[in-house]
């Protein structure tokens, strides 16, 4: 297949690194909550879903979440963020994957929506802007997926148009957002069929170490 798209453009949590629900789902039982007690608090009620969306938009600082999600939760607020996603590794197959496009001459970028960046660095560890082409994290250009001037800068730092693009994430809403856009999209459930795919779409093997 003819190498007709290439740039690759990456979510970061529940992509570049083990998925986000156990690592939630780990924190609750060892914080000894009921199932399901993170999603209610913070992703189903009306103003944890309004507090999330302007911490990732650099509205509000990741303390200033820890406080708020801690009272809703009833637990300590102390770098609650990193408790909740302590159990998170990086997910090889997918990092591999993203060498081996750079290596092909892809550039690979990073459009991730921010957790904050202090007390806790979601992205400590992962030499992003080393090991990757273009970094773009939410938060930095007060923005969030899946708005479409997020996307847009995100390409202009490519130096590429959509159309030449895929991109990359766990949460569909988003990658629906991005094919609304022109880019080729993947919805990443698991990251043997997300390489494969992608595999397919940029006419690169990145199953090669």
Known sequence: ????RTGLILDFGGVLTTPLLPAVLAFE???????GACLRALYKDEEGVRI?????????SQ??????AGKMLGVPADN???RIFGALRPEPLMINAAAAARRAGIKVGILSN???LAPWDLYDGYELERLYDVV???EQHLLRKPDPELFEITLKLMDLSADECVFVDD??????????????????????HTVATLSELLGVDLTAS
Request: net charge negative.
């Open 63 to 68: 303390t200033e979440w820890n406080e708020f």
């Open 52 to 60: 999330t969306s302007d911490l990732e938009r650099g509205v509000v």
């Open 114 to 116: 921010s957790v904050g």
């Open 136 to 138: 773009v994290i939410s």
């Open 29 to 35: 039982q060892r914080e000894g909550l009921p199932q």
């Open 80 to 82: 609650l963020m990193g």
């Open 1 to 4: 297949m003819s190498n007709r």
């Open 171 to 192: 949460t569909e809403a988003y990658v629906q957002a991005a094919e609304q856009l022109g880019l080729a999209g993947v919805h990443n459930q698991d990251p043997q």
